[in-house]
């Protein structure tokens, strides 16, 4: 058994030398595979590609080792999660688009169902003192479970002093200056892109495999399929229907680096300036999709559930899921579909992997932000955003949360526990803390 070269492939998954099995699945194959790997994609981006690797390439030998990983590194270059676009993509090698559509698919809609679920279910018992109590375990876990990302992006991605600065400048910026997250991913694009401008282009690099006029008619029929809607509800609706379409079609653009990179900024809009959730309801809701099945960029279906149940009832709640389910992931299968017959071309090509490069180094001061921002709202009742940042009110210091990170970042430390495990075992350590508060 060897590795792949790809540094970041590297540390996910091992490279096996399987054979490419050479006739297609059949429909009812691929729709048992894909959904056992929907049912089973706990665990963050990482845990699912090992899981696809394992499925896809070592045991079926449905995609070779290096075609399995250009399209990872492609995915990577796109906004939006991975995972779910890698499996978009393995689907449509082995099917065409109809086999695009259903991988992609059966790995959303199984974590989508769940999030409904939990969404109503929050909506109606979340505020109860047993609930609120499981819940401070959970918010806990939730400030270590985006530390130990970020520990992990950052060994992949910051290679050298030159990575190190973009990352302390993108934290900077986002932290203290409180610019815009797609101005700083914008900057560090540029900067790598004009920082590869002396390396070639490779000259033997494949060309695409379809024509350029189908590429077209792709791009419009999926832009058609997003944009189309966006425009009747802002035409018809011009409501709390409309504001979802919107900012979630503008978030889709943005997403580079994943759900933890784009979920400040997500907070800010939703929390501050729409006013659909709580500070507190956003961590909670960031812990409820930790605990689901396929993307963590689902979070964004349970807030536009709580804000049409907080607007409207159960009706709104629902048409506000749907609303954001749409705007989140068809953007995805545009990418795809449209982008897939030049990965192979793409791969070649030294001044998207140095902006590919660059946002990712970004992407880690980014997510110490969040990280930062949620240890500060979990442990203190009161923070305020003033000019040099959110600043925390001392008096207000919660030593029952503050206790329960430590004890859930000495757990990550120290025990192998899966995702769904260490969160109910934080659930319950959150309400002994609370019972033992009440107690004293």
């Known amino acids: 058994m060897v590795y792949a070269c790809d540094p970041q492939a590297k540390d996910r998954f091992p490279v096996t030398e399987k054979a490419t099995q050479t006739q297609p699945p059949g429909y009812p194959e691929l729709f048992h595979v894909f959904g056992r790997i929907g049912l089973l994609s706990f665990g963050g981006p990482a845990a699912q590609i ?34 779910m676009q890698l499996a978009t993509y393995a689907g449509w090698r082995l099917r065409g688009t109809a086999g695009g559509l259903l991988a992609g698919l059966l ?17 109606s018992y979340g505020q109860l003192p047993v609930v609120q109590a499981l819940f401070l375990g959970i918010k806990a876990a939730v ?95 011009a409501g709390l229907l409309a504001d979802l379409a919107v900012f979630f079609s503008t978030l889709a653009v943005v997403t580079f680096g994943g759900a933890y990179a784009v979920l400040a900024y997500m907070t800010q809009a939703v929390v501050t300036d729409f006013g659909w959730l709580s500070t507190a309801q956003m961590i909670d809701a960031l812990g409820l999709a930790e605990t689901t099945p396929g993307p963590l960029i689902l979070v964004t279906q349970f807030v536009g559930i ?44 030294p001044r998207l992997r140095g902006a590919l490069a660059c946002i990712t180094a970004a992407v880690v001061g980014v997510i110490a932000n969040l990280s930062l921002w949620f240890a500060l ?35 990550q430390l120290r025990l192998a526990i899966p995702l769904p495990g260490f969160l109910a075992l934080m659930a319950v350590a959150g309400f002994a803390a609370n019972q033992a508060m009440l107690m004293v």
């Open 50 to 83: 090992a899981l696809m690797q394992r499925e896809l390439v070592e045991e079926r030998g449905w995609l070779d080792q290096p075609a399995f990983l250009r399209a990872l590194s492609f995915c990577m270059l796109l906004p939006g999660p991975e995972a």
């Open 143 to 237: 400030v270590v479970i985006v530390l130990m990302a970020l520990r992990g992006l950052a060994k992949r991605a910051l290679r050298g002093r030159g990575d190190i600065v973009i990352a302390a400048m993108a934290f900077v910026g986002i932290f203290f200056l409180q610019l815009p997250f797609p101005l700083i991913i914008a900057a560090a694009a540029l900067w790598g892109w004009w920082r590869s401008r002396a390396e070639t282009t490779d000259t033997t690099a494949p060309s695409a495999s379809v024509p350029l006029g189908q590429t077209v008619s792709t791009a419009a029929l999926w832009l058609a399929l997003w944009l189309v809607p966006l425009g009747l509800l802002l035409w018809a609706e």
């Open 306 to 349: 709580l804000a049409g149940l907080s607007q409207g009832g159960t009706g709104l709640g629902i048409a506000a899921g749907i609303v954001t389910l749409w705007m989140t992931f068809i953007p995805c299968f545009l990418w795809i579909f449209t982008g897939a017959p030049y990965i192979d071309a793409l791969a070649h090509k």
């Open 107 to 123: 790995f959303v809609l199984p974590g989508a169902l769940v999030i409904f679920a939990l969404a109503l279910a929050y909506a």
């Open 377 to 411: 709202h979990v442990v203190f009742a009161e923070v305020t955003l003033t000019q040099v940042g959110p600043l925390p009110s001392w008096h207000t210091l919660d030593l029952a949360a503050l206790g329960l990170i430590v004890l859930a970042l000495l757990i």
